[in-house]
């Protein structure tokens, strides 16, 4: 029998945009690059920016909508930055995401493992 893929289990997630500081080199805010809307960011170096609510004690992406662990979205997905697009939940392409587990682990979510990819 053909495997089915799961939904996608970051879509139930978004641990990692409630965990990590989201920062980017500024360049990344132009309309030139894919164009982070700069409104949602603030600066934190000479040349980085960082997503708003990512810069705290406890992070929580300004951009981040629903509920972690429950149901969640990119409110600017087409234009998140790089390293946004760049993390990898375990085992999306084989391997695990330290970063990933230690995300969800913090929001009292398992480590992803390969059959939350494939039934
Ligand atoms: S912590 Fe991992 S599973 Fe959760 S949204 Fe981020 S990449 Fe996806
Ligand atoms: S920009 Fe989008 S993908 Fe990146 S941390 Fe914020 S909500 Fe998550």
Excluded at 4 to 19: I, K, T, W
Excluded at 22 to 36: A, C, I
Excluded at 56 to 77: D, F, R, W
Aim: proline share 6%; net charge positive.
């Amino acid at each position: 029998m053909a495997k089915v893929s799961n939904p996608n289990p970051c879509l139930s997630c978004g641990a990692c945009c409630a965990f990590f500081r989201v920062s980017f080199h500024w360049t990344e805010t132009s309309v030139e690059s894919h164009g982070v809307p700069i409104a949602l960011t603030k600066q934190i170096s000479p040349y980085m920016n960082a997503m708003n609510g990512t810069d705290q004690v406890k992070p929580n992406c300004v951009a981040l909508k629903g509920t972690v662990g429950e149901s969640t979205s990119c409110g600017i997905y087409e234009y998140r930055p790089n390293c946004c697009r760049i993390f990898k939940a375990s085992f999306e392409d084989g391997s695990r995401n330290e970063s990933c587990d230690k995300a969800r682990l913090s929001k009292g979510l398992k480590p992803l493992q390969t059959s939350d990819w494939l039934s």
